[in-house]
């Protein structure tokens, strides 16, 4: 365990540390009194360096373990100064020469700790490595060459955590590296200006690659998706989500950056939860976190724009239609509860903000039901349909249930109602703007009066009382304001058009309430009974 091995060499592992940033300080300071040229100080630090790693070798064979790797680790680190020194504070070496170098060391390193199971010296090696760069900042900009050392750091330290299951190792190094990011981007202030700056690539490159390590390492371990991965993933998305939208404010909508990371987390949560379907703490924080930064990011499309009501009513209700479809799949409950919830709460939105909200034409062209505006509608009338259907939310008590049932359908009715409604206005307001507001209301009243037949047969159909209360309802509103809104003024020849109408109407709902509600029930229309059956199966009829 990293514990006993931590309070037994801590003293040593800091007494390193300490020497290092002797070491670094001392590259440093030589700088300013020109002691020595460049070629002789990187000289002297790669003589150095392995001179301690072979005397700590030759120590480590003598079975002095403890002291050989200390020493191993010191000269590792000495190493990694000077390299840090040649390629990222001068550009003495080339960035391939510093990725050779490091490659190198670090293989060797990471071979000695493998072979003799030496956790301490990669610790050692490890905190020296991500040390030097730290103390050692450039004044000219070398961010490409630490990118590749921290790159075959990361890689090599990553491995070997997996293999030997030394978790601390690529903590270290993942805290160390972000930490690292933050003081060169403070450091240098490079440009942000653009989205696909050089910060914005090295925050990407290094929130993939801890993303992926993380998930590696947990299915390596026997797929145990718990502890340190888990905490370690989660704080990686939220230090990429800090810096990404700091990065790009003003270049990139905040919507979209949270949408992305958002459907990162959710496609990871799901795979977890495929192959390993018991590591549920680590599939549902990463899937209901990706869910929530989903949901958040679907809030802020169409931000600035006067369409945004009709934006967020279609996203909103693609949201409730894609909760109820996994809940049916699935049989989560929540997801059930939270569909129903959210296609209330949009539906009553939409009712409110319709009336000024802009119709959301194709081609620039209106064509009445053909818009996004009537999309929306039919979008949140079909899963009110569909909750009745399939009598979503069960409370496991028949009446109840079949309350519900009802209430979900006499809901999804008046969503067409208002469907009806508005397109009938815009259609009037786009092609006939001479006309007056008595022949609109007209035929406002004829419409209404046909969907209050459709509601009488869909009652008498499946002999639901509140479906026929709810159809004569309407049609005495119907008569209300045709009678003392309508006609209050001068007669016209749509006036006695729209009573014809009506009247047809009213004796074709006689017609239906004596032919099916009144008639014994035959043929294809369903008993009471036989209905609450099979909407216990499932279906509504």
């Known amino acids: 365990m990293i514990i006993p091995m931590l309070r037994k060499h801590w003293t040593s592992m800091l007494g390193v540390l300490f020497i290092l940033a002797a070491f670094i300080t001392l590259f440093r300071y030589s700088l300013d009194q020109s002691w020595l040229t460049d070629k002789l100080k990187i000289g002297a630090g790669l003589l150095c360096g392995i001179g301690l790693a072979l005397g700590g070798a030759a120590l480590a064979l003598k079975k002095l373990n403890a002291i050989g790797d200390i020493v191993i680790g010191l000269g590792a680190g000495i190493l990694y100064a000077t390299f840090s020194f040649a390629g990222i504070y001068f550009d003495l070496w080339t960035p391939m020469t510093v990725m050779l170098s490091m490659t190198a060391v670090t293989l060797l390193l990471s071979g000695w700790g493998y072979r003799f199971h ?40 990553f491995f070997l955590s997996i293999v030997k299951k030394w978790s601390e190792l690529r903590s270290v190094s993942f805290i160390g590296t972000w930490l690292m990011y933050g003081v060169y981007f403070l450091h240098y202030g490079p440009p942000t200006e653009g989205v696909w700056t050089m910060p914005v690539r090295y925050a990407t490159a290094a929130f993939l690659f801890y993303l992926i390590g993380f998930l590696f390492a947990s299915w390596r371990h026997n797929r145990c998706f718990d502890g340190w991965n888990l905490y370690l993933s989660l704080t ?163 009446y109840v249930d079949r309350l519900l049932t009802n209430v979900y359908a006499l809901l999804a009715h008046l969503i067409v109602g208002g469907l009806l409604t508005v397109q009938i206005e815009n259609a009037f307001e786009e092609y006939a703007v001479g006309s007056s507001y008595t022949v609109l209301s007209l035929t406002l ?25 709810f159809g004569s309802l309407v049609l005495v ?59 216990e199966r499932g279906g509504a009829g």
Not at 285 to 306: C, F, K, R, V
Request: a neutral charge.
């Open 118 to 157: 030496s956790r301490l010296v990669m610790n050692i090696g490890l905190l020296g490595g991500l040390l030097s760069p730290l103390l050692m900042r450039p004044e000219t900009d070398q961010v490409f060459t630490l990118f590749l050392y921290l790159l075959v750091l990361n890689a090599a330290y």
């Open 236 to 398: 990686n998305a939220v230090v990429f989500g800090c810096w990404a939208l700091y990065l790009l404010d003003g270049d990139v909508p905040m919507g979209v950056l949270l949408a992305m990371i958002g459907a990162v987390y959710g496609l990871t949560g799901f795979l977890v939860y495929r192959v390993a379907p018991g590591a549920l703490a680590f599939a549902y924080s990463h899937g209901l976190g990706g869910a929530l930064l989903l949901l958040i990011a679907a809030g802020q499309l169409g931000d600035g724009l006067e369409s945004k009501p009709l934006v967020n009513a279609l996203v909103w209700g693609l949201i409730a239609w894609g909760l109820a479809l996994a809940s049916r799949r699935t049989a989560w409950r929540w997801a059930e509860l939270a569909a129903v919830g959210v296609w209330a709460i949009v539906g009553a939105y939409w009712y409110v903000v319709t009336w000024d909200t802009p119709r959301g034409e194709w081609f620039g062209v209106f064509i009445p039901f053909l818009n996004w505006g009537a999309v929306s509608w039919a979008l949140l009338a079909g899963l009110g349909f569909y909750f009745s259907l399939y009598r979503s939310f069960r409370v496991k008590d028949m």
């Open 445 to 469: 009243s004829t419409v209404w009066g046909v969907y209050a037949l459709l509601l009488f047969l869909w009652g008498s159909y499946y002999k639901q009382k509140l479906f026929l209360g």
């Open 477 to 535: 509103a119907v008569a209300i304001k045709a009678i003392f809104l309508d006609l209050s003024e001068e007669e016209t020849i749509y006036k006695i058009i729209t009573l014809l109408v009506l009247g047809t109407l009213s004796f074709a709902i006689t017609f239906v309430r004596n032919r099916w509600v009144a008639a014994p029930v035959t043929g294809s229309a369903k008993p009471v009974a036989l209905l609450a059956e099979s909407e």
